[in-house]
């Protein structure tokens, strides 16, 4: 199996698995946290959701012209996300969803085959759920 180069894959795809802190994705490997973007998947560095800030989700705002629906994948449990960072979601018109990360995986993959505008920040688990 082969991992991402430099952090980087060119492609938005459909998550394959995760848990053991990471995810396979397209025949590939990642361990750490994930960024699925419209510009492919990123290594993010996050390791837990109460340590979020605004400038973790730069790329996302950057993007948001492409961007409908954010799924934020928080870990084992749902976390609650500061209302400033909302708030940038809104002021973008992009819909931000917290669920954890077993959930934000399925509803992600679901909303990528309906070929909707869905964007995700996955934070890696140790066991799937």
């Not at 490997?29 to 989700?57: Q, R, Y």
């Not at 961007?67 to 400033?84: K, R, S």
């Not at 077993?102 to 869905?118: D, I, P, Q, S």
Request: aromatic share 10%; hydrophobic share 40%; proline share 4%.
């Amino acid at each position: 199996m082969t991992e991402i180069a430099d952090g980087h894959y060119k492609y938005q795809v459909p998550i394959d698995a995760y848990g053991n802190g990471g995810f396979r994705f397209d025949d590939m490997s990642h361990i750490g946290s994930l960024l699925c973007l419209p510009t492919g998947m990123h290594k993010w560095p996050v390791s837990k959701s109460s340590a979020l800030e605004n400038m973790d989700f730069s790329p996302v705002f950057e993007l948001h012209d492409q961007i409908d629906v954010f799924l934020l994948g928080t870990g084992n449990d749902i976390a609650f996300l500061d209302e400033e960072i909302r708030q940038q979601f809104r002021e973008r018109n992009i819909i931000i969803e917290p669920m954890s990360t077993g959930a934000a995986v399925r509803t992600y993959n679901v909303l990528m085959a309906e070929k909707r505008a869905v964007s995700a920040g996955l934070i890696a688990v140790e066991r799937a759920k």
